[in-house]
T-cell receptor, first 117, second 114 residues
Framework: GAVVSQHPSWVICKSGTSVKIECRSLDFQATTMFWYRQFPKQSLMLMATSNEGSKATYEQGVEKDKFLINHASLTLSTLTVTSAHPEDSSFYIC?????????????FGPGTRLTVL | GESVGLHLPTLSVQEGDNSIINCAYSNSASDYFIWYKQESGKGPQFIIDIRSNMDKRQGQRVTVLLNKTVKHLSLQIAATQPGDSAVYFCAENKGRNQGGKLIFGQGTELSVKP
């Protein structure tokens, strides 16, 4: 299957700072990328859908000014957590889907563990 | 609101036994479902999918059953192995009007005893 990478795999930051997480599709062009957040022992919660060259569509309750998403190329999307606080500590996972259609498989990245002190 | 949920949060089985993981969904218009396996600290891994025009689909050691009448699907794992220990999620594809986004169920943690 196709490969999606995330960087960094884990990050620790101080409260009030911003953190950028990268999601890359390594061997295919991802017209759509998705960002999820997962708290311990819980399910994946979709945060936003990002289409290349367009503004991201955020799920209800997700602050777009706090979670900045950029999808400037067909192989890279970034999620920036601005002014991070301890409650933002979570496992952030991206997925990427090619241009074949909405029923095409989403390939998931390995996740990024964010800890805010 | 719409949701995809699971009946059992944890499941413990003996190695070699069959495992059945259940999932209920609320949107009768949903037409595409996927099962994922997630190991600790990793991203979800695709297992098998099923469209609403099917009742059953089989893969290697796995079978997914879809009952549209009661809005229920299940994942059956044959001859469960220790490597199958993980959290399993069903996911519902929300269709073209919502960009094909996935909504995940709450998950079932499968523990396989040797």
């Amino acid at each position: 299957g196709a490969v999606v990478s995330q960087h960094p795999s884990w990050v620790i930051c101080k409260s009030g700072t911003s953190v950028k997480i990268e999601c890359r599709s390594l061997d295919f062009q991802a017209t759509t990328m998705f960002w999820y957040r997962q708290f311990p022992k819980q399910s994946l919660m979709l945060m936003a859908t990002s289409n290349e060259g367009s503004k991201a569509t955020y799920e209800q309750g997700v602050e777009k000014d706090k979670f900045l998403i950029n999808h400037a190329s067909l192989t890279l999307s970034t999620l920036t957590v601005t002014s991070a606080h301890p409650e933002d500590s979570s496992f952030y996972i991206c997925s990427a889907r090619g241009a074949q259609g909405i029923y095409n498989e989403q390939f998931f990245g390995p996740g990024t563990r964010l800890t805010v002190l | 609101g719409e949701s995809v949920g699971l009946h059992l949060p944890t499941l413990s089985v003996q190695e070699g036994d069959n495992s059945i993981i259940n999932c209920a969904y609320s949107n009768s218009a949903s037409d595409y479902f996927i099962w994922y396996k997630q190991e600790s600290g990793k991203g979800p891994q695709f297992i098998i999918d099923i469209r609403s025009n099917m009742d059953k689909r089989q893969g290697q050691r796995v079978t997914v059953l879809l009952n549209k009448t009661v809005k229920h699907l299940s994942l059956q794992i044959a001859a469960t192995q220790p490597g199958d220990s993980a959290v399993y999620f069903c996911a519902e594809n929300k269709g073209r009007n919502q960009g094909g986004k996935l909504i995940f169920g709450q998950g079932t943690e499968l523990s396989v005893k040797p």
